[in-house]
Each structure stands twice: as structure tokens, then as C-alpha cells.
């Protein structure tokens, strides 16, 4: 559920964020078993929904636009729609099925997706730039079940610990600072308000309490569960900000109303980059850490494939795949991408090619009765357990 209200980089586009929704489950067009062969998109219409700044028409800049010559290429038109949560995305998607042909989804959506039906299998033969994605992101379990694939990986990104430089010391190198209820720096935490957080808190526990025997974050039994939960409410008189708009974190980092917290790369680049920059520093802690990994995802009804398949071979093309990245802000998905950004250095920063970085880095992932780390001797809390956890948490 990445609550990631991202505007585009250097785009202040306001969202609001929905309520949890669902819709019934539709009886899926296509079989386990993808399309064998697509045609010519000419003529055909498509509407996206996505992560704001991975669909640019020029819209928001001029200079940002990998829309219109794919148009004019293709004969295919694009429409799109963005939306602020994972949440969201799965309400707007699933209360009018035939509404969009491709979505965007993180891990914490597209499971469910799969799940009720509303997405199609893909075949990664038809998408050429597929071969070209970082083996890392291929065949997960949030694009991949039972060996076959329902989506294209789009890019990634961590979910980090932030604080002020001037006003945190010594550095932290660890979650602990966040949770423990000591801490000098209670109401000053800002931490991101979403139920999928729990999962930070089961990172944590899983490497400073081990006899809870916790091996997946999103696989939790009830007493691993109860202390991922209780932790969280431990944290409460810490918490000043509860975020999903990443400008509300960086207004509140600028005035110092809060002085660390969980954040992303690119809300660090942003802060430092300001005039006078803002004294932050970011790192990924020795206990890990969560983080995103986006999948482009046919709807399983589309009568639109021919073109839903060109233009998600389009957006994960190197040259796209590196214009989208260095917009929104993320490690591109295409391996080719990294020698064509217009930042050199992108790909160091965000990791794009650093597989040290991405060890001990758990990808959201859909919580599950049925335990995603594989154990058939327990029930695991399901996403709706963490939905109403979340709001107990929060009070």
C-alpha cells in the first residue's frame, strides 16, 4: 500500500488519499495462459492509471512527455489517471472493471489484482524490452504466481531513515531511534501512514528479536502479529507526522517539526538541494528495510491488449525507463537505462545496479491468510487484519 502521494519531481500535484475500497471480484477473460501473438494498436484507445509522473503527455511540463510520440508512432491513443495510494488504485480499478486497460501497481496491490482476477497474464515474448529488466525484479511474487507472470516490472525504491543532521547526533545507523520510548526525540518522529508500515515494524523485530521466528514481514502469525502491532503503539508519543504527501514531510523537515522519520531517496535529494539546503542525511538501517517494486498490469478484460502491450513496452524502453526514473525519482526496471540518464550518477543514488544495497530489502507484498513465506502449520493475519491493526495503531 504505498501510501506514495508522489507528485512529480518538480510537479506539485495534490492528491487526496482514498479510503479502502473494493468492488466485486469479476470472472477473468483471460485463463492462466497469456495471449500468444498481439496485432497493430492502430486505433485503439487505452486508459492508464498510475503512479503520478510515470504518464506524461507534457501536461505538467512541456519538456516531460513520453506520450505523444508514442501516439503518433503507434496510431494508439493514451489517457491516463493518477492515484495517490496502492488503496486508491485498487478502488478505482476494481469499482468499474473496464475502466482502465493498464494500471501501475506496487507489490501491496498487485497480488490482490491477481487474486480477484482483474488482471491478465502476460506474455514477456511480446514485450522486447523485457530481456532487459534487472533479473532481480523478474519472477517476485507480487508479479509472479505459479510461474506465471501478470505483469512487467517498472522501477524500485527503498523506504529509508531520514534525520537532521543539526539536530540528530550521533547519526543513526539503526530503526531503533524510532521505536524506543526513551527516545529524546519524542514528537518529532514522522513516520508513513499506511497499514503496510507494519511491516517496518516486523523488519525491525525480525532482527533485534529473533525467537519470534519472523522470516517474512508480510507473513505474520498472530503472536508475531501482536508484537509488530504493540511495538507500533509503543511508538505512538513519539509520532508528530503521520505522512503520505511527500511535501507535507519536506515542509515539516524544513521547519524542523520533525527531526527523522521514514522517507524516500528522492525527498532527501530534494531537501538537500533546496537553497539554503536543508541539514539531512539519509540511510538504509542495519536492520533492513521495506521498499516498492511497481509492475505494469494488463486488466484482465481490456479490449484494448494490442495497444496496452506497446505502450508498456514503450514505458519500460531504456530511453523511457530512464526519463520516468529520474522524474519520479526511483531506480529504473531497465538494466540499459542507467548509461542514459541525464544525471550521471542517478543509478548510484538510487541503487539502481547495487545488489548489496538490495539485500535485507523487502519488497511490499500483499499480507496473506495463507503465510507468503510458505508455512502451512499457521494462519497468517490477512490484509484486512492489517487495515483495521493500522487504525487501532493510530487510534
Same mark, same amino acid.
Given at each position: 500500500?504505498?501510501?506514495?502521494?508522489?507528485?512529480?519531481?518538480?510537479?506539485?500535484?495534490?492528491?487526496?488519499? &482514498? &479510503?479502502?475500497?473494493?468492488?466485486?471480484?469479476?470472472?477473468?477473460?483471460?485463463?492462466?495462459?497469456?495471449?500468444?501473438?498481439?496485432?497493430?494498436?492502430?486505433?485503439?484507445?487505452?486508459?492508464?492509471? &498510475?503512479?503520478?509522473?510515470?504518464?506524461?503527455?507534457?501536461?505538467?511540463?512541456?519538456? @516531460?512527455?513520453?506520450?505523444?510520440?508514442?501516439?503518433?508512432?503507434?496510431?494508439?491513443?493514451?489517457?491516463? =489517471?493518477?492515484?495517490?495510494?496502492? %488503496?486508491? *488504485?485498487?478502488?478505482?480499478?476494481?469499482?468499474?472493471?473496464?475502466? /482502465?486497460?493498464?494500471?501501475?501497481?506496487?507489490?501491496?496491490?498487485?497480488?490482490?489484482? @491477481?487474486?480477484?482476477? $482483474?488482471?491478465?497474464?502476460?506474455?514477456?515474448?511480446?514485450?522486447?524490452?523485457?530481456?532487459?529488466? /534487472?533479473?532481480?525484479?523478474?519472477?517476485?511474487?507480487?508479479?509472479?504466481?505459479?510461474?506465471?507472470?501478470?505483469? #512487467?516490472?517498472?522501477?524500485?525504491?527503498?523506504?529509508?531513515?531520514?534525520?537532521?543532521?543539526?539536530?540528530?547526533?550521533?547519526?543513526? %545507523?539503526?530503526?531503533? #531511534?524510532?521505536?524506543?520510548?526513551?527516545?529524546?526525540?519524542?514528537?518529532?518522529?514522522?513516520?508513513?501512514? +499506511?497499514?503496510?508500515?507494519?511491516?517496518?515494524?516486523?523488519?525491525?523485530?525480525?532482527?533485534?528479536?529473533?525467537?519470534?521466528?519472523?522470516?517474512?514481514?508480510?507473513?505474520?502469525?498472530?503472536?508475531?502479529?501482536?508484537? +509488530?502491532?504493540?511495538?507500533?503503539?509503543? =511508538?505512538?508519543?513519539?509520532?508528530?507526522? $503521520?505522512?503520505?504527501?511527500?511535501?507535507?514531510?519536506?515542509?515539516?523537515?524544513?521547519?524542523?517539526?520533525?527531526?527523522?522519520?521514514?522517507?524516500?531517496? #528522492? #525527498?532527501?535529494?530534494?531537501?538537500?538541494?533546496?537553497?539554503?539546503?536543508?541539514?539531512?542525511?539519509?540511510?538504509?538501517?542495519?536492520?533492513? &528495510?521495506?521498499?516498492?517494486?511497481?509492475?505494469?498490469?494488463?486488466?484482465?478484460?481490456?479490449?484494448?491488449?494490442?495497444?496496452?502491450?506497446?505502450?508498456?513496452?514503450?514505458?519500460?524502453?531504456?530511453?523511457?525507463?530512464?526519463?520516468?526514473?529520474?522524474?519520479?525519482?526511483?531506480?529504473?526496471?531497465?538494466?540499459?537505462?542507467?548509461?542514459?540518464?541525464?544525471?550521471?550518477?542517478?543509478?548510484?543514488?538510487?541503487?539502481?545496479?547495487?545488489?548489496?544495497?538490495?539485500?535485507?530489502?523487502?519488497?511490499?507484498?500483499?499480507?496473506?491468510?495463507?503465510?507468503? %513465506?510458505?508455512?502451512?502449520?499457521?494462519?497468517?493475519?490477512?490484509? %484486512?487484519?492489517?487495515?483495521? *491493526?493500522?487504525?487501532?495503531?493510530?487510534?
Amino acid at each position: 500500500m504505498r501510501t506514495r502521494t508522489l507528485a512529480s519531481v518538480g510537479a506539485l500535484v495534490a492528491l487526496v488519499v &482514498a &479510503a479502502c475500497g473494493g468492488g466485486g471480484s469479476p470472472s477473468p477473460s483471460a485463463g492462466p495462459t497469456p495471449i500468444a501473438s498481439i496485432g497493430s494498436p492502430e486505433g485503439q484507445k487505452i486508459s492508464v492509471l &498510475a503512479w503520478p509522473g510515470y504518464v506524461e503527455d507534457g501536461g505538467t511540463d512541456p519538456a @516531460v512527455d513520453w506520450v505523444t510520440d508514442f501516439e503518433k508512432e503507434t496510431g494508439c491513443e493514451v489517457t491516463y =489517471q493518477i492515484f495517490g495510494t496502492s %488503496d486508491e *488504485a485498487y478502488s478505482l480499478f476494481t469499482t468499474n472493471p473496464e475502466q /482502465f486497460d493498464v494500471i501501475s501497481a506496487s507489490g501491496d496491490a498487485s497480488l490482490r489484482l @491477481v487474486r480477484a482476477g $482483474y488482471v491478465q497474464p502476460v506474455n514477456v515474448d511480446l514485450v522486447p524490452n523485457y530481456a532487459d529488466i /534487472f533479473e532481480a525484479l523478474k519472477n517476485r511474487p507480487y508479479n509472479t504466481v505459479d510461474g506465471v507472470h501478470y505483469g #512487467i516490472p517498472h522501477g524500485r525504491g527503498s523506504n529509508l531513515l531520514m534525520a537532521r543532521t543539526d539536530r540528530v547526533s550521533p547519526a543513526p %545507523d539503526s530503526w531503533s #531511534i524510532m521505536f524506543d520510548p526513551a527516545s529524546p526525540y519524542a514528537g518529532k518522529v514522522s513516520i508513513y501512514d +499506511a497499514p503496510i508500515y507494519i511491516a517496518d515494524a516486523a523488519v525491525y523485530l525480525m532482527a533485534t528479536q529473533p525467537d519470534l521466528k519472523i522470516t517474512n514481514p508480510y507473513a505474520l502469525d498472530d503472536a508475531q502479529f501482536t508484537a +509488530a502491532v504493540d511495538l507500533l503503539k509503543g =511508538q505512538k508519543p513519539l509520532v508528530g507526522q $503521520y505522512w503520505t504527501d511527500y511535501l507535507k514531510q519536506m515542509d515539516a523537515f524544513r521547519a524542523g517539526d520533525v527531526e527523522l522519520g521514514t522517507t524516500w531517496q #528522492i #525527498i532527501t535529494n530534494l531537501l538537500q538541494g533546496e537553497d539554503p539546503a536543508v541539514p539531512v542525511q539519509v540511510v538504509k538501517p542495519k536492520e533492513g &528495510a521495506t521498499g516498492w517494486s511497481d509492475t505494469w498490469m494488463i486488466n484482465s478484460k481490456s479490449k484494448n491488449v494490442d495497444c496496452a502491450y506497446a505502450f508498456i513496452n514503450h514505458l519500460v524502453s531504456p530511453e523511457t525507463n530512464a526519463a520516468i526514473a529520474e522524474w519520479f525519482g526511483e531506480a529504473p526496471g531497465n538494466s540499459k537505462s542507467c548509461a542514459l540518464t541525464a544525471d550521471a550518477n542517478h543509478c548510484d543514488t538510487f541503487h539502481a545496479d547495487d545488489d548489496a544495497f538490495w539485500t535485507g530489502v523487502w519488497y511490499w507484498q500483499t499480507p496473506e491468510v495463507a503465510c507468503v %513465506d510458505g508455512r502451512t502449520d499457521v494462519t497468517c493475519k490477512g490484509f %484486512d487484519d492489517w487495515i483495521k *491493526a493500522w487504525t487501532e495503531i493510530k487510534g
